[in-house]
């Protein structure tokens, strides 16, 4: 499976997501997670499971580890993980998912904390680790916590990316962090070439018309 555009896509939303896989993106992440209100997470997990969509090319980004039932049991290959700190929140992951699964779920890890970077080694290392195939930055939610201003060249974030390029060695290149500033395209062209250029393989697209400028670039 290629990662060049991944399109996050709310999972209580059932007009975005029919139209989501009429799109290029080479993978779609129904979120369960921070674009979904408190009160709709059942109710997302319903329209998910009613709209025909294409599990083959469909993540889940779960809210918590209560989610990994529902991603089990509907047999989608893989999660995205929200602020992955350390190996043994991996491993109670991994316990949970073999309670569950008739086939191995993927996890791609999201690095949006302080903790996170830190804890990098142990988390590319991690006994769960078989189930990893690439990292993921989420920049957005780690500058937040440290009071980060992050400016247009995203200088301030160099050194984060620089990290998790630095530990996927022995894994497929890793995901770029989103771009939220949807209506500045050329903004989101500069910041993916700047990921590009560092090693990323692909970029995490939050709006369709991000999506034929991350394939192209990281293509």
Same mark, same amino acid.
């Given at each position: 499976?290629?990662?060049?555009?991944?399109?996050?896509?709310?999972?209580?939303?059932?007009?975005?997501?029919?139209?989501?896989?009429?799109?290029?993106?080479?993978?779609?992440?129904?979120?369960?997670?921070?674009?979904?209100?408190?009160?709709?997470?059942?109710?997302? =997990?319903? &329209?998910?499971?009613?709209? !025909? @969509?294409?599990?083959?090319?469909?993540?889940? $980004? /779960? #809210?918590?580890?209560?989610?990994?039932?529902?991603?089990?049991?509907?047999?989608?290959?893989?999660?995205?993980?929200?602020?992955?700190?350390?190996?043994?929140?991996?491993?109670?992951?991994?316990?949970?998912?073999?309670?569950?699964?008739?086939?191995?779920?993927?996890?791609?890890?999201?690095?949006?904390?302080? =903790?996170? &970077?830190?804890?990098?080694? !142990? @988390?590319?290392?991690?006994?769960?680790?078989? $189930? /990893? #195939?690439?990292?993921?930055?989420?920049?957005?939610?780690?500058?937040?916590?440290?009071?980060?201003?992050?400016?247009?060249?995203?200088?301030?974030?160099?050194?984060?990316?620089?990290?998790?390029?630095?530990?996927?060695?022995?894994?497929?290149?890793?995901?770029?962090?989103?771009?939220?500033?949807?209506?500045?395209?050329?903004?989101?062209?500069?910041?993916?070439?700047?990921?590009?250029?560092?090693?990323?393989?692909?970029?995490?697209?939050?709006?369709?018309?991000?999506?034929?400028?991350?394939?192209?670039?990281?293509?």
């Amino acid at each position: 499976m290629k990662y060049r555009s991944v399109l996050f896509v709310p999972g209580h939303e059932e007009k975005k997501i029919r139209k989501a896989y009429t799109l290029n993106a080479d993978l779609i992440v129904l979120d369960l997670e921070s674009t979904v209100p408190r009160d709709k997470k059942d109710f997302a =997990k319903k &329209i998910i499971k009613n709209c !025909e @969509i294409n599990k083959e090319k469909t993540y889940i $980004r /779960i #809210n918590d580890p209560r989610d990994l039932e529902f991603v089990a049991i509907e047999s989608f290959p893989g999660i995205f993980l929200p602020f992955t700190e350390s190996a043994l929140q991996l491993e109670a992951i991994n316990v949970e998912l073999h309670s569950w699964e008739h086939k191995k779920t993927d996890i791609i890890p999201i690095i949006e904390s302080m =903790k996170g &970077i830190s804890s990098l080694q !142990e @988390i590319s290392n991690s006994n769960s680790s078989y $189930r /990893i #195939n690439l990292l993921s930055l989420g920049s957005h939610d780690l500058a937040k916590s440290i009071n980060l201003q992050v400016s247009e060249d995203e200088k301030e974030i160099t050194n984060f990316r620089q990290k998790i390029i630095d530990h996927s060695k022995n894994l497929k290149k890793p995901l770029d962090t989103s771009y939220l500033n949807f209506k500045n395209l050329d903004g989101f062209k500069s910041s993916c070439l700047i990921a590009k250029k560092m090693g990323f393989g692909g970029k995490a697209c939050i709006h369709p018309d991000q999506i034929d400028i991350s394939n192209k670039i990281f293509s």
